[in-house]
């Protein structure tokens, strides 16, 4: 295993001037895929008995090109899934609709997962060897790959533990009434860095590096341990949600205070807003993420914007305080109402 080296033996190595020409297709196909590349696209439809015309979508959801009829693209492993999807689709999944938004938001997010891991295996191979061979790097790389995917599946199954045990408190706690299976009562933030921009063309690539990573590192940490959850990280900005305001209003200042003690990252604008927003495949939608993403637009640099619903929740928390502002023209919102938020100790 990996593990059994030295990790500071080839530490040095310039993975750029490895003649890369040399890893064929088919060692990736040994190494990764698991089974080499032996039907085409018609030979899967036809195995699993799918829709041509719904194979051919499923497949462009999953982010993959369509291959040419003769080209030998798939292997045995294809056609298990193929079949798997065909059951799914008649037991689970009958809305072909359904189907593919589903095919998209898995492949949106397993797309960004094997992007950060390339890259993360690259480094693991140059930090074990002492001199780097196509097939060798393939080889040692494919090595890590079944205790990743062991990972992965633990995590994927803690957060589905957690997921539904928010879930059915959400169904014990609501009205019945007003809420349905992919729209919940949620406070929605947003948290931006300032000047992100401006701070990219003075660092260098290590220095960006090191910045986003300890965004992430930052963002992670205090909305997990704030009760929180992150949808998503698009470049400088994190979108996170909390069933409750005051837990998103105590993340919103752990994020300002902890990113004040970062030297590497510029100071957060953040804004919150509560109410009713459709969850869909891993992503949130509505007029409280548009109000959300408004209030942290108009925030000052190290401050925090909150809406009327978290006002009205807070107003008689003792941890917090809030300012009123006049209200603002913004895109959308020509009287947006606002209030800044600070932690009771601050006054």
């Known amino acids: 295993m990996p593990g059994d080296v030295p990790p500071e033996a080839g530490a040095g190595i310039d993975l750029a001037s490895v003649n890369w020409s040399d890893l064929d297709e088919s060692v990736l196909d040994e190494y990764i895929l698991g089974a080499p590349r032996e039907f085409?696209?018609?030979?899967?439809?036809a195995a699993a008995e799918l829709d041509p015309e719904e194979a051919h979508r499923l497949w462009r959801s999953l982010g993959f090109p369509d291959s040419?009829?003769?080209?030998?693209?798939?292997?045995?492993?294809?056609?298990e899934a193929a079949k798997t999807v065909a059951a799914m689709s008649s037991q689970?999944?009958?809305?072909?609709?359904?189907?593919?938004?589903v095919a998209r938001a898995v492949a949106q997010s397993m797309s960004r997962l094997a992007e950060w891991q390339v890259g993360m295996l690259a480094q693991i191979v140059a930090a074990h060897v002492d001199e780097l061979h196509p097939r060798g790097a393939a080889r040692?790389?494919?090595?890590?790959?079944?205790?990743?995917?062991?990972?992965?599946?633990?995590?994927?199954?803690?957060?589905?533990?957690?997921?539904?045990?928010?879930?059915?408190?959400?169904?014990?706690?609501?009205?019945?009434?007003?809420?349905?299976?992919?729209?919940?009562?949620?406070?929605?933030?947003?948290?931006?860095?300032?000047?992100?921009?401006?701070t990219t063309r003075r660092r260098s690539m290590d220095e960006l590096g090191e910045m986003i990573e300890r965004f992430a590192v930052v963002t992670t940490e205090v909305i997990a341990n704030g009760r929180g959850r992150i949808i998503k990280t698009v470049g400088d900005e994190v979108l996170f949600v909390t069933e409750h305001p005051a837990d998103a209003a105590a993340i919103a200042l752990g994020l300002r205070d902890r990113v004040r003690s970062e030297p590497s990252l510029p100071q957060l604008r953040i804004g919150l807003a509560h109410g009713?927003?459709?969850?869909?495949?891993?992503?949130?939608?509505?007029?409280?993420?548009?109000?959300a993403a408004r209030l942290t637009s108009q925030a000052r640099p190290d401050t925090v914007l909150v809406d009327r619903e978290v006002a009205d929740v807070l107003s008689d928390d003792p941890r917090y305080e809030l300012r009123r502002l006049p209200s603002q023209n913004t895109r959308g919102y020509a009287h947006l109402k606002a209030w800044a938020l600070r932690a009771a100790r601050e006054g």
């Open 40 to 45: 085409t696209r018609d030979e899967v439809i």
């Open 68 to 79: 040419g009829p003769d080209e030998r693209v798939y292997t045995r492993l294809d056609v």
């Open 92 to 101: 689970w999944l009958p809305d072909a609709g359904v189907r593919e938004a």
């Open 140 to 198: 040692l790389a494919a090595e890590v790959l079944p205790e990743l995917e062991q990972m992965q599946s633990y995590v994927w199954r803690r957060h589905l533990a957690a997921t539904a045990s928010r879930f059915i408190a959400g169904v014990q706690q609501s009205d019945p009434d007003t809420i349905a299976a992919d729209t919940w009562p949620l406070s929605v933030g947003f948290a931006d860095m300032v000047g992100f921009t401006r």
């Open 276 to 291: 009713m927003v459709l969850t869909r495949y891993g992503d949130v939608y509505g007029e409280v993420v548009n109000l």
